[in-house]
């Protein structure tokens, strides 16, 4: 078993749609990161967060601590957001799980 | 700021032969350094992580070895090439476990 699943593994949304990605994990970790990687192979990461919310943009994060989960939202989904979203967690191993990721498409 | 240099962008490398991937970071002192793969149709796999000059973990059993000669220059090799090891190569770098940087990549082709 994977320390960090996502789903789902592929998404293919309208413009304008709202989108969730969820992740669960079953190690201890520091902190979760959300990350975007475009079919040039680039990654950015979008959120780094240990409890909460964060917000930017039309993109939210949320996480739940006691139940190991963590979704990531769009809002008003456009086709400039396709790409992969990625679940990873940070332990205080210094060390990095990543999911396999969820490969988003939004028509136009 | 800090930037991220990888390279070089493309390899196509035979069967055999032998492989340096270098990473170099800008702006920071003291990062955690890490290599990944990702493999076609698979997700990131973490290869090796740093803390420091001269420290290297390794996550996965394989051809490859790291090296850390600098605080910010992180080197990924293998002395024979394996099929296998064909994928995308990403340095990236972190302070402890927050957020991770990441460098542009490495498309490595082993034919």
């Known amino acids: 078993k994977n320390e960090v699943e996502q789903s789902p593994q592929n998404l293919t949304a309208q413009e304008g749609e709202f989108i969730t990605i969820n992740c669960s994990y079953s190690v201890g970790i520091s902190a979760l990161h959300w990350l975007q990687q475009h079919p040039g192979g680039g990654i950015v990461s979008l959120f780094m967060?240990?409890?909460g919310k964060k917000k930017h943009g039309r993109l939210i994060a949320t996480i739940n601590i006691q139940e190991k989960h963590s979704s990531l939202h769009i809002t008003a989904s456009h086709p400039r957001d396709s790409a992969v979203y990625i679940c990873a967690v940070g332990n205080t191993g210094n060390q990095f799980y990543f999911g396999t990721g969820t490969s988003l498409t939004v028509i136009p | 700021s800090q930037t991220i240099h990888q390279w070089p962008a493309t390899l196509v490398q035979p069967v055999g032969s032998p492989l340096s991937l270098e990473c170099t970071v800008e702006g920071t002192s003291n990062p955690n350094l890490y290599w990944y793969r990702q493999a076609a149709g698979r997700g990131l796999q973490l290869l090796f992580y740093?803390?420091?000059?001269?420290?290297i973990s390794s996550e996965v059993p394989q051809n490859l070895s790291a090296s850390r000669p600098q605080d910010r220059q992180f080197i990924l090799s293998s002395k024979k090439l394996l099929l296998s090891d064909s994928g995308f190569y990403l340095c990236?770098?972190?302070?402890?476990?927050?957020?991770?940087?990441f460098g542009p990549g490495t498309r490595l082709t082993v034919l």
């Open positions: 967060l240990s409890s």
């Open positions: 990236a770098w972190s302070v402890y476990t927050d957020t991770q940087y």
């Open positions: 740093s803390v420091g000059i001269g420290q």
